[in-house]
């Protein structure tokens, strides 16, 4: 059973994650309407990747005998005004995601919740992967130059996401 404490952070991590899937999809629809279908796919893939985290927590939530409490999902705000800025709020987007993630454990620690400090193992590991995704897209945007036509070579790269 879960304490109360624990189901209310995961319940919240819950719609955190399913933010993170709206906003996106929200970047991935602004690539598609400035024509870089390459970003626009990578985006959308995310997408999807970010919905299964949402997943993750719903059915641990249910497995460890708590309440799942699904609750409004925030608005993205948009437009973007280039892909470099896109990516830069990705970046800064898993790096708060992180600290979201870091928090619930501490919470799983302090209630000595050694099953929960497990399950959200997966999720410390998986944000050192997303961070360093978001940062080599940030990297490579800064070097070429953020400008749509500078930016062909990575949008192919990127569409070549599955
Ligand atoms: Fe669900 Fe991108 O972290």
Not at 119 to 132: D, S, Y
Request: aromatic share 10%; glycine share 6%.
């Amino acid at each position: 059973m879960l304490k109360k404490s624990v189901e209310d952070a995961l319940n919240k991590q819950l719609n955190a994650e399913m933010y993170s899937s709206y906003l996106y999809l929200a970047m991935s629809a602004y690539m598609e309407s400035v024509t870089m279908k390459g970003f626009a796919k990578w985006l959308r893939i995310q997408a999807k990747e970010e919905l299964a985290h949402a997943m993750k927590f719903y059915d641990y939530i249910i497995e460890a005998g708590g309440r799942v409490r699904l609750t409004a999902i925030e608005a993205p705000k948009t437009p973007w005004k280039s892909a470099g800025a896109v990516f830069d709020q990705v970046l800064a987007h898993e790096q708060k995601v992180t600290g979201l993630i870091n928090g619930i454990m501490d919470i799983a620690v302090k209630e000595k919740d050694y099953a929960t400090q497990n399950f959200l193992g997966w999720f410390v590991k998986e944000q050192v992967e997303e961070e360093a995704n978001a940062s080599e897209i940030v990297a490579k945007i800064s070097i070429i130059g953020d400008v749509p036509g500078h930016l062909f070579c990575l949008d192919q790269e990127l569409g070549k996401r599955e």
